[in-house]
Each structure stands twice: as structure tokens, then as C-alpha cells.
């Protein structure tokens, strides 16, 4: 039976079910959404503590980053390729695998985070200097 035929919603059901996976691997959903308008700033970043004063209570629970960037996370809000982003930015591909693998850093580092930021996107999250650990570490829409 197909899907028209049946009395199922299965893409709102499918569409849950997602909703409920990534929730459970850690996932917070980010968007504003007014009944009537297009969801806005929306992304996604690693579930954590908001910010410092809740780092102690939630510590052990937290999803830590080792890296304050998500670039692959950025690549994937564009929808893009490395090969792209290389082009585009005009970077090695070799430079934007590296750096999606939280590898290098310097010159290339800026330049790739003010090229994604030149295009709408919004890094968030926030690092704890005592631990070298990036909590909510992930990618939005800018307004």
C-alpha cells in the first residue's frame, strides 16, 4: 500500500523519528519560528552547558568539542562539497579536510571561518580554558 493510500502521515512520522535520533545522539535543533513565517536562524549544535555558570553541574554529562569551529557542520549548512569549499575560498582541498578534522589553524583558520561567516553562517558554542574542552559547538543561520 502506498503511502497516498494510507490513512499514515509518513513523512511527519519519518520526520520524527529523526527528531527523536538526533536528540538522543545530543543534537539540539536552533530556529525562531512565528506561526505564519519562515523559521529563521535555524542550525544545529551539540547539546551542553550554556555557558560557564552550568559547566560544573553538567560536566560530565556534556558532549565536548576539541575545537571551538564545526567547519564540517558549516560545509553541510551550505550544502557543499570539500572540493567546493576549496575552490571557493580559494584553499587547498587538503587545507579544508584538515581543518574539518580540527587539524592546523593560523591564517587558514580565518580565513575559511570569515568565508563561511561572509556567507550567513553563525558559529556558536563557548570553551572552558581550565579543560581545553568547546561545549554547543555547532552551526546556525545568521539573521
Known amino acids: ?5 494510507s490513512s499514515k502521515t509518513v513523512l511527519l512520522e ?10 538522543a545522539a545530543g543534537i539540539v535543533f536552533l530556529g525562531e519560528c512565528r506561526i505564519g513565517e519562515t523559521v529563521v536562524r535555524s542550525g544545529a549544535r551539540w547539546s551542553g552547558p550554556e555557558g560557564p555558570t ?5 560536566d560530565a554529562a556534556a558532549h565536548a568539542e576539541i575545537t ?7 560545509r553541510a549548512l551550505l ?9 571557493l575560498a580559494d584553499v587547498g582541498v ?4 584538515g581543518l574539518e578534522r580540527g587539524e592546523g589553524g593560523g591564517r587558514h583558520y580565518g580565513l575559511l571561518r570569515g568565508w563561511y561567516e561572509k556567507r550567513g553562517v553563525e558559529f556558536t558554542g563557548w570553551g572552558d580554558i581550565s579543560t581545553r574542552k568547546f561545549f554547543g559547538v555547532g552551526v546556525r543561520w545568521r539573521e
Open 14 to 23: 519519518t520526520n520524527l523519528a529523526l527528531v527523536d535520533y538526533y536528540r
Open 1 to 5: 500500500m502506498s503511502a497516498a493510500e
Open 54 to 58: 552550568q559547566f560544573a553541574a553538567a
Open 68 to 74: 571551538d569551529v564545526s567547519f564540517r557542520a558549516a
Open 94 to 97: 587538503d587545507t579544508v579536510k
Open 79 to 87: 550544502g557543499l562539497e570539500q572540493a567546493e569549499v576549496a575552490r
